[in-house]
């Protein structure tokens, strides 16, 4: 008798599959029938476990994606430089398997342009990936003198950084460079906390 899959570990399976067929294909190419072939599943198994709706598929590969760009986020640095530089650099695609994830996300925030459940779910996530880069310069900050409109651009400025590396690695045929990645990373970091005087200065 084969081993019994965990409910869970078989729906990451299916979205697997999914993130898969998005990055070769595209979004519109997703059928139950292409995920029945990449998985080696019947139709009728990927229905047992996401219900005949399927949108429910799409929606939970869409939170297995964002998920996975959050847990790439943790840093166990202590000081808020390396925490920042952390944050930025992790999230960038510089591995085949973060590529192909990136796609996939990419294709996700096109849709969700005439998408509204889609749109919902990715902008809760860039809130929430908005709120942490602002707690992360703020500790960085809390020695400078930074008024909040400054911080607000500030946080757009990373924010934008962040999604032009995505934008980019989508676009070139390999995974960025780790490196270079996290030499801007560091560059830009220096910068912000550079362009900001003292809290007791004059």
Known sequence: MPPKVAPEARRELI??????????????????ARIAARTGLAIG???????????????F???????????????????????????????????????????ALIEYHVAARTDPEFASEIAKASIQGAEAMRALLCDLLADKDVSEEALRREVLLLTTLIEGF????????????????RAVAEMTVRRVRDAYPPIDAG
């Open 61 to 103: 590969t869409l939170g297995v994606l964002v998920q996975r760009v959050v847990r790439r986020r943790g840093t166990r640095a202590t000081d808020p430089t390396s925490r920042l530089v952390d944050a930025i650099s992790l999230v960038a695609p510089t591995t085949d398997q973060e590529r192909r994830e990136n796609s």
């Open 15 to 32: 979205a697997d599959a999914v993130i898969d067929e998005i990055a070769e294909h595209g979004l519109r190419s997703v059928t139950l």
């Open 166 to 181: 995505s934008l980019s690695s989508s676009m070139l045929p390999a995974p960025l460079d780790e490196s270079g990645v």
């Open 45 to 59: 198994s990927i229905r047992h476990y996401f219900g005949d709706n399927f949108r429910e598929v799409m929606r």
